[in-house]
C-alpha cells in the first residue's frame, strides 16, 4: 500500500504540473531583455535582431521594440544589435547573473556606410531592480582575488551569515544546490560535497527569503553555477605551500619550526572541445589534491594500549606514582589534520540549436582527524574520519521557443563516511573498553586505550524533475516544476567490546542492543511550485506557491510507555503549502524599496528520525541515549523582510534591510516513562524521544556599503545587528539541563550563535604592473555563554558574552604576460596579525583559561592541572602563509 501511494502522489503531482501550468526555470540562468530605439526620432524600432557574441541565443524586437533572451547562463557577454540601414552596435561587459534581469537598451545611428560599427561598454546598473530580497551574486573572477580557497568560505562573508548560520537560524536550514540540482546530504543536511573554486562559475547567496523554486530550506539558499566548456582550449595550473607560522608557540606546540610544505595544495583545469566532435561536444575537468598537517598537535607520552595484565609500569610524576601500561616515544603527532582529493568532469552538448545537454560527475574523497583534548597524551587513540562522495547529474535544456524553454534533471549522488582506529573491528591491536575509567582520572590525559566506536554510513539519493519557463508578455514570466527525491540511508555504529566477557578478544555487539545501532531507510519526497515574476515599469512583484510531501516510510512505538513491546505503527506523510511573496518599488532612478514574506518548512535531518530506532534502554548511560522519531512534522519559518537599495553615484552604493523570523515546530526532546507491568525490561526508567517543540525567533537589520572598482580601488562592507533567541540551542538541551541538573528554561534566550554585532569589511587594490591586493576583514562581538561556577549557575542561560572576536586575511599577487598565456605568483595570508581570538571558553571565568584555584584535587596522571585545563582548541587558527604560483594558457 505504501508503495502504492508513493506512486499515486508522484502521478497526481506530474499530472498537476503538466496541466495546470507549462512554466518553469531551473534557478540556474539570468535574462537579458530591453528596448531599441532610433536615436534621432526615438521611435522604438521593431524587427531588430539582438544576439549574444559567440553564441547562439539571441531575439528579435517585437513591435514596441523591445526583445527578450531568456536562459543566459551567468557570465559577462559581449551583446549585438543589428538592423538593415543602422549601424550594428555592441555593448561589451554585459554582466547576466543567477534568477536576475539584466536590462540593456539600445539607441542605434543611421549607417552611411555599410559594415559599420559603434561598441560601447556596459555599465551595470548601481542597484538591482529587480530584487525582492536579500542576495549577494559572486563570480569567478570575484572570487579570484579573495583570501579564501571554498565556497563555504565565501559564504561566511555575506551579510547576515554568522559561522554557517543564516540570520540566526541553526545549522543545516539551508539548501544547497549546483547546476539547480540539490546536493544536501540527507543525514545531517550539510552539503554533500565540497565544489571546487576553479569549478565554480558564480555563487548565489540568499540570506533572506526566497523564491518557491527552493525548497527544504528555512533560513537560506546556497545556488551554485559550475563553468562549461567552450569552443577554446583554456588551462589553468595552481599549486601552493606553506604552513602555520606563529609567534605563539605557547598555546600551539610543535609550531616553531616552519615547514613549507605542511599545507600544500595542487589544482588544475582543462577546458575546450572534445577533438573529433567538430565543436559540437565539449568539457571542463578540474581537479585538486589539498592537505593540511594541522595546528593542534599532541605527544605520544603512551601507546593506545590497555592490556588484560599487569604488563605496564610505574612512573613517578611530582613524588606521585602514576601506573602507564606502555610508554611511547613522546613523539608529536598532529591531531587536527585533514586532506582532500576532487576530480570533476563536465560535458557539454549543443550542437542542436536550443537544446543544451550536460552530464556532469564527481568523484571526491577526504580523511582526518578531530582534536580531542583528553587524548593529548595518546593521540594514537583518536580515530580517523573517511568520506567519500560519487555524482554523476544530467541536465538537458530544450528551446520551445524563443520564450519558452524546459528543463530536465535527473541525479544520483552517494555520500560514504566512517570513522574508526583501526578498519577492522576485530583488530587485536584494540585494546580493553574499560581504559577511560581505569586510565584517566582527576584532571588528566588518558593514559592508554583507544576510542572504541566504529561507525559507517550511506546516504544516497536519486533525483528527478523538470523545470519549465515562459515569457508570457513582456510583463510575466512564469515558472513552475517539479521534483522527486528518493532516499536511501544506511547508518551503523557499534562500541567494540573487549572484557572479560569476550576473552579479552575485540568482539562486535549483537545489533539491536544499545551498544550496536543499525539502520536501513528509505524516506521519499516530491514537491511542485509555481511562480510569476512581474516586472512592469513601477515595480516588480514575484509571487508563488510551494507543495511539499514527505514520507519517512518507516514505523515508530505505538506506544511510547512500552518502547519495546508495544506494536509498531506505521508513519504518516506530511504535506504542507507555502506561499511566497517579494516585491520591488523603485522610488527613483536609483533607489529601490523591497518587502518579502514567506513561509518555509524543512523535514529535520535523517538522524533524528532514524537514530537508536531499536528503542532498547540502556542503564549505563540513562536519558543521554535519545531516541529518533520517524514521525516527526516538518520544521517552519515565517519570514519577514523590508529592504532599501541606494544608490549614490555609478560607482558607490547602500543597502539597509531590516528582517524578522518567527520559527515554530523546531526539534526537541520529550521524556517518557517507561510503564511497569508489560514485561518491558526497565520499568519506571525514563528515556528521552526526539519531538517537535522547540521555538524561536531572529531579527535585526543589516546595513551594505559597496564601491564598485574604480581608478584600481574597490571595497565592500557590511554590518550586522543581530537578536537571535529561542528556548534552546540544541535539540537535546533539556536532556543535557536534566544530566546537570539544572532546570529547562521557559523563556526565550539568547542562541549559542547569537553575534549582537558583526562587521565584515574587504579592500582590493589593482595597480597598472599588474599586482593586486585584498585586505579581508572581520570583527564580531561575542557569543553567549552561561556562567556557572562548579555545577551552579550563577545567571540565566547565554546571559553573559565571550570575548570580540577580530581577524584579518590577506591576498597579493603579481600577474606576468607571456606569450599566449599568463603567470602569477601570490601570497595568502589567514589571520595577517596573528591574532588570539578565543572561541570558546570555561564558563567559570568567561576566559579561555580556567581558575584553577577553585579547581581542588590534584590530578592523577602524567600530566599537570595547569597542563589539563590549558586548552589550545579555545583558540582561533594561528597565521597561515602559503605561497604559491598560477599558469592560465
Known sequence: MRLVSHILIIIVTATFLINATRYFEAATTGKITGQVTDSETGETLPGVNVAIVGTTQGAVTDADGYYVILNVTPDTYDLQASFIGFKTKIIQDVRVRINQTTTIDFVMSESVIEGEEIVVTAESPIVQRDLTSSKASISSQEMKILPVESFDEVVNLQAGVVDGHFRGGRIGEVAYLVDGIPINDSFDNSYAYQVENNSIQEVEVISGTFNAEFGQAQSGVVNIVTKDGGENYEGNFSMYGGDYITTRGDVFSNNKSISPLDIYDIQGSLSGPVPGTRSKLSFFMSGRTINDEGYLYGRNIVRPVWESTDSGEFVTIDGRQVYVPQLGDSSYSSMNWSK???IQLKLTSSHIKGNKLSVTGLYQNDEGQNFRHLYRYNPDGTPTNYGESISISLVNNYLISSKTFVNLKGSYFINRSESYVYEDPLDPRYPRDDAESFLGGNFSFLRGGAVMEHTNRETGTLLAGFDITSQVNRQNMIKAGGLVKLYTIQFRTFEVLNNPSTGFEPAIPPVGTPNHVYFDEGPIEVSAYIQDKMEFD????????????????????????????????ST???????????????????????????HFFQVPSFQFLYINPDFTYNPEVGISRVFGNPDLKPQQTTSYEIGLQQGFNDILSAQITAFYKDMRNLLGTRFETIQPGFDEPHPSQRYARYINTDYGQTKGFILSVGRRMRNNFSFDINYSLQFASGNASDPQSRVLDELAGEETEKQLVPLDWDRRHQLNASTSFLTKNNWVLTILGEYGSGFPYTPSLGNQRTGLVNSDR?????????????????????????????N??????????????????????????????????????????????????????????
Open 832 to 889: 595577517l596579525f596573528d591574532t588570539q581570538n578565543e572561541t570558546e571558553v570555561y564558563e567559570q571565568t568567561g576566559r579561555a583559561f580556567q581558575n584553577l584555584r577553585s579547581q581542588t584535587g590534584i590530578p592523577q596522571g602524567l600530566n599537570s592541572k595547569e597542563e589539563f585545563f590549558f586548552r589550545p582548541d579555545f583558540y582561533s587558527a594561528p597565521r597561515r602563509v602559503t605561497l604559491g604560483v598560477t599558469m592560465s594558457f
Open 802 to 830: 565571550k570575548p570580540t572576536f577580530l581577524n584579518f586575511d590577506m591576498f597579493a599577487s603579481k600577474s606576468f604576460d607571456l606569450k599566449g598565456s599568463n603567470a602569477s605568483v601570490f601570497v595568502r595570508v589567514n
Open 340 to 342: 582532500q582529493n576532487t
Open 538 to 569: 513601477y515595480m516588480v512583484v514575484n509571487v508563488g506557491l510551494r507543495f511539499d510531501y514527505f514520507d519517512a516510510n518507516s514505523s515508530f512505538p505505538s506506544d511510547y510507555g512500552r518502547p519495546t513491546t508495544s506494536e509498531k505503527a
Open 572 to 598: 504518516s506523510p506530511n504535506w504542507q503549502i507555502s506561499p511566497r511573496f517579494g516585491l520591488a518599488y523603485p522610488i527613483t532612478e536609483t533607489g529601490v524599496v523591497h518587502v518579502s514574506y514567506g
